[in-house]
C-alpha cells in the first residue's frame, strides 16, 4: 500500500514474453461487471525501465480504490499468482525526442504521478543538453504522496531536476524545503512559466488539470506545448 487507497501491483506476462512500452503510456485493465457486463479500466505504467521503449519483465502500476468500484473488487483482492486479463501499451503522453524546450514542467496530483515514474530515466538524460525538469506534486496529505521518496533521492542525484510536494490540506509534520502548502498552482505560478522556452504536461484529476491548464495558457504558453491527461476514478 502506498497510501491509505492506493496499492502499487507488479505483474508479468504469463507467456513470460517481456513488455514493450514508451514511459507515459497505460495498459487496459479487463474485467466484468456482477451482471456480467464487459468493461476495462487504464492504469498508467509506473516501471522504471531504460526509457527508450525497451521491454520489460515486470508490468507496475499503481491502482486508487474507489468504494463500491468493480475494478477495486477485482484488484483489491489480488494475491500473488493470481492473474488478470490486460490489453496496451496505449497512450501519447510521453517526451518526444524532438522537444527540445529548456524546461520540463510536470505536474501531477495522485496516481497521475505513475507516468512521471516511468520518465525518470528520460528525464536523467535531459540535463545533458542543459534542460530544466520541475515536478510539481500535488497531495492532500504527506500520507498521499506516492513515490515521495523515490523523487527525492532522484533530485538529489541530478541537480538539473526539481521536486515541489504541494499539500492541499495538511502541511508535513516536518517541513522540507521543497514543500508548498496549497495546491499545484502555488508551485506552478512560483515558477513563472516561460512561453518561449517552457513545456507542460499535466496529469491527474480533471480539475487540477483544467485550472494548471488555465495558469500556463495566461503564461503564454501555446496549446501544443501544454499536453494533458486526466485520471477519473469510475464505479
Known amino acids: ?29 479487463h474485467f466484468h461487471y456482477a451482471d456480467g457486463k464487459a468493461t476495462k479500466r ?9 526509457g527508450d521503449g ?28 493470481d492473474a488478470i486479463d490486460a490489453s496496451g501499451p496505449y497512450g501519447r503522453f510521453c517526451l518526444m525526442d524532438a522537444d527540445q524546450n529548456r524546461r520540463y514542467l510536470l505536474v501531477a496530483t495522485g496516481t497521475g504521478v505513475t507516468p512521471y515514474r516511468a520518465m525518470l530515466p528520460q528525464l536523467a538524460k535531459l540535463g545533458a543538453r542543459g534542460a530544466e525538469v520541475a515536478l510539481v506534486y500535488g497531495a492532500r496529505t504527506e500520507a498521499e504522496l506516492l513515490y515521495g521518496e523515490e523523487f527525492e533521492r532522484f533530485a538529489a ?17 516536518l517541513p522540507r524545503a521543497h514543500d508548498r502548502n496549497g495546491r499545484v498552482q502555488v508551485a506552478l505560478e512560483e515558477l513563472k512559466p516561460d512561453a518561449a522556452h517552457d513545456i507542460a504536461y499535466l496529469c491527474g484529476n480533471p480539475d487540477m488539470v483544467d485550472q494548471a491548464f488555465a495558469v500556463l495558457k495566461e503564461a503564454g504558453l501555446p496549446v ?7 485520471y477519473v476514478s469510475s464505479r
Open 1 to 29: 500500500m502506498l497510501a491509505p487507497s492506493v496499492r502499487h501491483l507488479e505483474f508479468e506476462r504469463a507467456d513470460g514474453a517481456p513488455f514493450a512500452f514508451i514511459p507515459g503510456q497505460f495498459l487496459q485493465i
Open 42 to 50: 487504464s492504469y498508467s505504467v509506473a516501471t522504471i525501465g531504460a
Open 54 to 81: 525497451s521491454p520489460v519483465q515486470r508490468i507496475e502500476i499503481a491502482v486508487s480504490y474507489v468504494d463500491g468500484g468493480a475494478a477495486t473488487a477485482l484488484l483489491a483482492n489480488l494475491k500473488e499468482g
Open 157 to 173: 542525484q541530478f541537480p538539473h531536476f526539481r521536486f515541489f510536494a504541494c499539500f492541499s490540506r495538511v502541511p508535513r509534520a
Open 224 to 230: 501544443p506545448h501544454i499536453r494533458r491527461e486526466k
